[in-house]
């Protein structure tokens, strides 16, 4: 993918494209979204994510007027060299079939200029939603893979009140990453050096998720032993393994195997953030002594910030937060 990357934020008005935004890429918190008036035409944004990628986010208003404009006479400005779209409708929607006509609209007007961007698309303000959620999701997937037409598209469920707004984005922003493979290889020797059970690297700014480190399945013994070809552990293209006594698996998709307790940490990372910028003071670098773990989040490059968990007692901060310093080099 070519850089800087164009990224169009599209949907109906008022389903919350801004607010995400502005929660992601602006730092603010979900309380202050019922601030933000209507979007007026197109809001672009050039937001530096990880030092040379960036991402040029047009937010798309999503009054009609403004949704007939992109789709007639803007049409090759607003579709032309896009990498991704991100796609957001309303869990509980007033006008589900108005929303789905525009956006197939939208899509065919995508496949048109820019065939090979990604599609995303976010059921947005789960919190709402009237049934069980995960019920909710499963049919409103169902309905948008179908208005899809074969189009392959991810569909995410979030809320502003929540960590899965964080998945969704790090989910989406991985993709864009060029060298995501490089950087878990190296996550994986830090994780062995420092003996951790677990590393995670964070975007600075977003604080979305880069790469994540997993713990090794527990030794076999006599009830766990592998039986058969089926159980033996194989790696994608993307993942990287670290050969040392103590071995970890890093995955470059943080998402394949880890669960949203990441983007919770994100989510209360920023909220820390913000609380620090109220006070004045500025966020730098976070140590958490407990008797079960040990835990340094510092700043790894000008772009990242990594999280070291160490369940060994013995394993000093001081000693994590050197070998953080020494890495340093190798992740600019
Ligand atoms: P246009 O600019 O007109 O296209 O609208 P928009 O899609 O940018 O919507 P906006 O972000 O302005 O959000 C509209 C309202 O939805 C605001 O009051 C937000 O606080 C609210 N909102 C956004 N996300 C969520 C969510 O996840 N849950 C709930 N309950 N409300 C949300």
């Known amino acids: 993918m070519s850089w800087p990357v164009q990224v169009l934020l599209m949907g109906a008005s008022g389903s919350g494209k801004t607010s995400m935004r502005s929660l992601i890429f602006s730092n603010n918190p979900a309380s202050l979204t019922s601030r933000l008036g209507a979007?007026?035409?197109?809001?672009?944004?050039?937001?530096?994510?990880?030092?040379?990628?960036?991402?040029?986010?047009?937010?798309?208003?999503?009054?009609?007027?403004?949704?007939?404009?992109?789709?007639?006479?803007?049409?090759?400005?607003?579709?032309?060299?896009?990498?991704?779209?991100?796609?957001?409708?309303?869990?509980?929607t007033r006008n589900m079939e108005k929303d789905l006509n525009y956006y197939k609209e939208c899509l065919s007007a995508l496949q048109r200029y820019s065939p090979n961007?990604?599609?995303?698309?976010l059921v947005h303000k789960?919190?709402?939603?009237?049934?069980?959620?995960?019920?909710?999701?499963?049919?409103?997937?169902?309905?948008?893979?179908?208005?899809?037409?074969?189009?392959?598209?991810?569909?995410?469920?979030?809320?502003?009140?929540?960590?899965?707004?964080?998945?969704?984005?790090?989910?989406?922003?991985?993709?864009?990453?060029?060298?995501?493979?490089?950087?878990?290889?190296?996550?994986?020797?830090?994780?062995?050096?420092?003996?951790a059970t677990e590393v995670v690297l964070f975007e600075r700014t977003t604080f979305l998720v880069i790469a994540t480190s997993t713990p090794p399945p527990p030794p076999p013994t006599a009830s766990n032993v592998p039986s058969g070809p089926s159980s033996a552990?194989?790696?994608?293209?993307?993942?990287?393994?670290?050969?040392?006594?103590?071995?970890?698996?890093?995955?470059?998709?943080?998402?394949?195997m880890a669960p949203t307790r990441y983007e919770r940490t994100s989510e209360l990372i920023k909220a820390f953030k913000y609380s620090?910028?109220?006070?004045?003071?500025?966020?730098?670098?976070?140590?958490?002594?407990?008797?079960?773990?040990?835990?340094?989040?510092?700043?790894?490059t000008r772009n990242t910030y990594v999280l070291i968990v160490v369940h060994d007692p013995t394993i000093e901060t001081a000693a994590l937060r050197m070998n953080i310093r020494l890495a340093r080099p190798k992740f600019e």
């Open 117 to 121: 961007a990604a599609v995303f698309l």
């Open 126 to 195: 789960m919190d709402l939603a009237r049934g069980p959620k995960a019920e909710t999701l499963a049919r409103k997937t169902k309905e948008l893979k179908e208005a899809s037409e074969g189009t392959e598209v991810t569909v995410f469920g979030t809320s502003i009140y929540d960590e899965s707004l964080y998945n969704a984005w790090s989910r989406i922003v991985h993709i864009l990453i060029p060298n995501a493979s490089v950087l878990s290889r190296h996550l994986a020797k830090l994780a062995a050096l420092c003996s």
């Open 233 to 256: 552990r194989t790696n994608g293209d993307l993942s990287a393994t670290s050969h040392s006594d103590h071995e970890l698996e890093v995955d470059s998709d943080p998402h394949k």
């Open 276 to 300: 620090c910028a109220r006070v004045r003071e500025e966020f730098n670098a976070l140590e958490m002594e407990l008797p079960e773990f040990t835990a340094v989040l510092d700043e790894l």
């Open 39 to 92: 979007t007026i035409d197109v809001e672009q944004n050039h937001v530096r994510f990880l030092g040379d990628l960036i991402l040029n986010l047009w937010d798309c208003g999503g009054q009609d007027a403004f949704m007939d404009s992109y789709l007639s006479i803007q049409q090759s400005t607003i579709f032309q060299h896009v990498g991704v779209m991100i796609y957001v409708f309303e869990v509980e």
